[in-house]
């Protein structure tokens, strides 16, 4: 590099214009050169031309009145202002139920499309701006509602990240270039404003701590903040000097131009002396000037740590460094310092004297209004803001290089939506389960695709000046694979002895009405119905003993509309050695031991009730033992009568009718006998019974002995 070498360099502020000669030496920069010019008219609003002739008109003068005394300047050094970059928070949440541990390209696949959420809300309607995103820094990250520390290898069913970003509107810089070129000059390096002042006043070795910087203009104030290593935000308040002057102007009657007057003097003098709109000249204290517009300072101190506490996540910084004119305003530092909180000496304002390596000459100015002019000519010499230009799929796209440019900050860039870009899920299912509708989820889209140079690459890889980088969608999900065993807990079935023999209790599965298995994969709008065996009945029902469950159950009939129960006749289930009910529940490697019960016959049954079905003695008629039987009780089912030995069933509806008591008479002897009547008698019989006469009706007990005698023919 030549030696001596002259920079020209140009602060394009909202109230003036500050040109600079600055020559590099070999140890340190020289300040050959300054002048300050207001714009005639109002050109400028928040850092952005807005008449491009007249602030090119400022511009040539300047470069007119410097060439008079340096030469021909044909290259200039500017910066975009800070007061015209845009931060914006925004959030976004992403449903991750079902896909596998987070990681980190992931991470910040969620980060870049909360930075295209405040590209949106920064571009608001003017969908015609381009906004380059100049940093960004999370805020929060949340899974499932409750904030986290960090989103890699976690799982959840929802994400979300918020973010705070910058952006700068791509017409400041083209604005900025079309001023340069009506005033005959080509840009030779741009920069940031707050970048340029923060070079010359952090060194990279401080960046690690969490500084502020506030440029204190005329009509705004600029804040960035850097910590780890790097600048993390950029924000700017609308207030600022002007603030100042006006309160001057109300409070002693002045016209503008006098109260800026009277400010610059409020710094280093005890007392100032002014003439209001009236004529009239004042000297006042300046500690009374001071007490009347400290309501103003303290409105500007609040309205600055406000923008510093929003930018940095809502705690105070470590330190606070105040330039630009602004700052000069008396208790400015200490008043900003007690508002966030830190001690006096932590907020203070740093001149050019603060700058290394820079000397100016002969008796200039060295106030902090200096700083950021004379930080722009040695930012855009050492570390001038690059356009590269990277080719995304195939579309050239040209970008503000302010700080590393990562594969991300391309595809943002080039407009390509981020949450467009991962697969997504493949379409769910639905079944029902034993009547529950279920909503089966497909498998979870892929990531896209990133390739730089035909080099696999991921989100947060660097880029250079023609690198190309190819982007390709994730492939979307599938439909969900799922078997009906799936859906099934584990050790659904059991291994179980019955009567000493091992058996496998698997559940069973009916599939839209028809026999399934496990193994079957599950279509939308099937219907399953899944019978768990959870009891002894069910296991038997499976096994087809259904004889057993109905033996199992309690032996009942109807007599004469009558439930009646029967426990002797029931059947008995042993589950390891002990009597159960078949509702009991089966368990793996139960034995299971099943007792039949016998069948009763209906004398069984009446025997068990304490009737008696039939009546009956035994008695001795003419020698011979005879046993006499009557109907006590009839039972019928179904219209037919039953015997003493017919089998009955639980369940049968039987109808009993007694007889009335009444005793055997001689006469139903002869229902049980035949009588021949001998040939050689004649005449009326005898009845016996117990060797006494007796007739037909005459009762008759057991053990009776009972004859008919006949009387004789005699022959002669």
Not at 340 to 348: K, S, V, Y
Request: include cysteine.
């Amino acid at each position: 590099m030549k030696k001596n070498q002259k920079i020209f360099a140009l602060d394009i502020g909202t109230r003036s214009v500050v040109g600079i000669i600055m020559e590099e030496m070999d140890d340190h920069f020289q300040v050959s050169d300054i002048l300050i010019e207001e714009h005639r008219e109002r050109a400028m609003l928040d850092g952005q031309i807005h008449d491009v002739p007249a602030v090119a008109a400022v511009i040539t003068s300047i470069k007119s009145r410097l060439e008079d005394a340096h030469g021909p300047l044909r290259k200039v050094c500017v910066a975009a202002a800070g007061r015209a970059l845009r931060t914006e928070t925004a959030s976004i949440t992403s449903s991750i139920k079902g896909k596998p541990l987070l990681k980190k390209d992931d991470v910040l696949h969620l980060e870049f499309g909360a930075v295209q959420e405040a590209q949106a809300k920064a571009a608001g309607d003017d969908a015609g701006h381009h906004y380059y995103c100049v940093g960004y820094s999370v805020l929060y990250y949340r899974l499932d509602g409750e904030e986290i520390g960090s989103l890699i290898d976690q799982q959840g069913d929802e994400a979300s990240v918020e973010i705070i970003a910058t952006f700068l509107p791509r017409v400041v810089v083209d604005s900025l270039l079309a001023a340069l070129q009506r005033s005959g000059l080509e840009l030779e390096a741009l920069t940031l404003e707050p970048i340029a002042a923060i070079n010359v006043l952090i060194p990279q070795s401080m960046r690690r701590l969490n500084v502020a910087l506030v440029d204190v203009g005329a009509g705004t104030s600029d804040v960035a903040l850097t910590n780890h290593g790097t600048v993390t935000a950029y924000g700017m308040v609308p207030t600022a000097g002007d603030e100042i002057t006006e309160a001057l102007s109300r409070e002693l009657l002045l016209d503008f131009p006098l109260a800026e007057k009277a400010k610059r003097q409020l710094h280093d003098s005890p007392s100032i002396e002014v003439t209001d709109i009236l004529g009239f000249e004042t000297v006042i204290p300046s500690d009374e000037v001071l007490r009347r517009i400290g309501a103003s300072i303290e409105r500007l101190a609040k309205e600055i740590s406000d923008e510093i506490l929003r930018l940095n996540n809502m705690k105070a910084p470590q330190a606070v460094m105040l330039v630009g004119g602004g700052s000069l305003t008396p208790g400015l530092p200490t008043k900003l310092a007690s508002v966030l909180g830190l001690p006096e000496n932590r907020a203070a304002v740093r001149g050019v004297e603060a700058i290394q390596r820079v000397k100016l000459q002969g008796h200039m100015l060295k106030g902090p209004e200096l700083v950021t002019p004379i930080g722009i000519a040695i930012a855009a010499r050492e570390t001038p803001v690059q356009y590269v230009t990277v080719d995304v799929n195939g579309h050239a796209v040209r970008m503000f290089e302010v700080k590393n440019l990562t594969v991300g900050d391309c595809i943002l860039s080039a407009g390509v939506k981020v949450q467009e870009l991962h697969g997504k899920p493949g379409k769910a299912i639905s079944v029902t389960v034993n009547g529950q509708t279920l909503s089966l989820p497909g498998s979870p889209g892929e990531p896209p695709s990133l390739f730089k140079n035909d080099q696999a690459c991921s989100f947060d890889d660097g880029v250079g000046n023609q690198d190309r980088l190819l982007v390709e969608k994730g492939r979307d999900g599938d439909e969900p694979v799922v078997t009906i065993g799936e859906l099934m807990d584990e050790g659904s079935g059991k291994r179980v002895y019955l009567q000493e023999r091992e058996l496998i209790l698997e559940p069973g599965i009916m599939l839209n009405g028809v026999p399934s298995g496990k193994e079957t994969v599950l279509k939308d709008g099937d219907i399953v119905d899944i019978t768990f065996i959870e009891t002894i009945a069910d296991a038997l029902s499976q096994l087809g003993y259904h004889d057993w469950i109905s033996s199992l159950r309690p032996f009942h009939l109807s007599l004469n509309g009558k439930e009646t129960y029967f426990p002797a006749f029931n059947g008995k289930m042993l589950r390891n050695g002990q009597e159960v009910k078949p509702n009991a529940m089966v368990h793996h490697l139960d034995r299971l031991t099943f007792e039949a019960p016998a069948q009763p016959t209906l004398g069984l049954l009446l025997n068990k009730k304490k009737m008696l079905l039939t009546k009956s003695i035994t008695i001795s008629f003419n020698g011979e033992d005879v046993t006499l039987e009557k109907v006590f009780t009839t039972v019928k089912r179904n219209g037919d009568e039953l015997s003493g030995e017919d089998l009955v069933f639980s369940g049968d509806e039987l109808t009993v009718q007694e007889s009335e008591e009444s005793p055997f008479i001689f006469q139903d002897v002869f229902n049980f006998v035949e009588i021949d009547m001998p040939t050689n008698t004649r005449g009326s019989f005898l009845l016996l019974r117990n060797k006494l006469e007796t007739t037909f009706f005459d009762e008759i007990r057991d053990g009776d002995l009972l004859e008919i005698v006949w009387p004789e023919i005699k022959v002669r």
